[in-house]
């Protein structure tokens, strides 16, 4: 086994560029998961970022929120700002594992490792997150919802790495998240969904061009798809203001959202049937159509 350890993001990336196989390790919580089990097949050429101080930051600045590629969900939940402005973030993290591997687990590493069942990805995702991707020749910023192509396939090339995640900090009047487990704590998501709406319409100057139809609703579902799944159906039902009266009024926009599967840890009809449950209780007398 080979590991690197670079001390600089210029430094990692070269590496990367030199070498694309190299497996990035952040707080390794997904990546050891398998050693014991088959430790030969773990004989390969890593890349430790544990020592590249610039991606360990939480930034706030020119109205987003910043999170370094190594933040981990506990430096989240010691941010007295992101409790404010971003709860759900909290929300999830103190929902992910224990305090362990809160401390170690970072939000990157969730993006990355691409479970469908991650719980960070749907709160970023509810609140526009965007991942940038960085490599020797420079960096990219990829939307979130837009950064899956499979299931754990994904936009990143194998000379990229994850080097942040960005949020625009924005007003919210609703925001709620619901994991759904065999168990109050320490266990896999059956069903996920993490929704936000925004309470005003950007300003005339902000994005121009991309948000001159104001979407406030965000829905996002995780295990219940081959990855964590925007459900924009969901969202143009609210959108458009149609009556929902019971959690079956949501299965027809469900079914172009999402496409749960029979699995060890639950059915497919129970996903569904969960998740139009938790969309029904979740908006009863909060959007104005579902009552
Ligand atoms: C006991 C236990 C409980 C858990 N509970 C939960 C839970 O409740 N909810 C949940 O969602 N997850 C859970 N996890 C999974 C895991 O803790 C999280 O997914 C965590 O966020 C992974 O982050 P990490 O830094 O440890 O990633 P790592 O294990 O270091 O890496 C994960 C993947 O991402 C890649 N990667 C990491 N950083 C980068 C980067 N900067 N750029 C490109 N690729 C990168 C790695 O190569 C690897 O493929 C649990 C794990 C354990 C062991």
Redesign the pocket.
């Known amino acids: 086994m080979n590991v690197l350890m670079p001390t600089s993001l210029s430094e990692a990336c070269a590496f990367c560029a030199k070498q694309p196989d190299l ?11 398998h050693w014991p089990i088959h430790p030969a097949e773990h004989d390969k050429s890593y890349l430790d ?1 544990s020592h590249v101080q610039e ?1 360990r930051t939480i930034g706030w600045a020119s109205g987003t929120l910043t999170l370094g ?1 190594l933040a981990t ?1 506990w430096d989240v939940l010691q941010d007295g700002r992101a409790k404010s402005e971003f709860p759900l973030l909290l929300e999830a993290a103190r ?3 224990a305090i362990q ?1 809160q401390s ?7 993006i ?2 691409g ?1 469908p ?4 990805v749907p709160v970023l995702m509810a609140y526009d997150a965007s991942v940038t991707l960085t490599s020797a020749g420079g960096s990219r910023s990829v939307p979130l919802h837009e950064y899956y192509t499979g299931y754990r396939k994904s936009v ?1 090339r194998p000379d990229e ?3 942040a995640i960005s949020m625009p900090i924005r007003k919210y009047d609703f925001s709620v998240f619901h994991k759904v487990g065999a168990r109050r704590a ?4 059956k069903i996920g969904v993490a929704i936000t709406r925004e309470s005003e319409a950007p300003s005339l100057g902000e994005g121009v061009g991309g948000r001159e139809n104001f979407h406030p609703w965000r829905v996002v579902a995780n295990s219940v798809s081959a990855t964590v799944k925007r459900c924009t159906a969901v969202e143009q039902l609210l959108q458009s203001n149609s009556p929902v009266r019971k959690p079956e009024d949501f299965l027809p926009a469900l079914a172009s959202d999402v496409s749960p599967i029979d699995d060890i840890r639950s059915t497919a009809d129970y996903r569904r049937t969960v998740l139009a449950r938790l969309l029904y209780h979740s908006l009863r007398n909060v959007a104005p159509a579902v009552t």
């Open positions: 497996i990035p390790l952040a707080g390794a919580t997904d990546l050891l998961v970022l991606l590629a969900y929902q992910v594992g591997i170690r687990g970072t939000w990157a590493g969730n990355a490792n479970s069942a991650a719980d960070g990143r790495l994850i080097s320490q266990a896999i998501t």
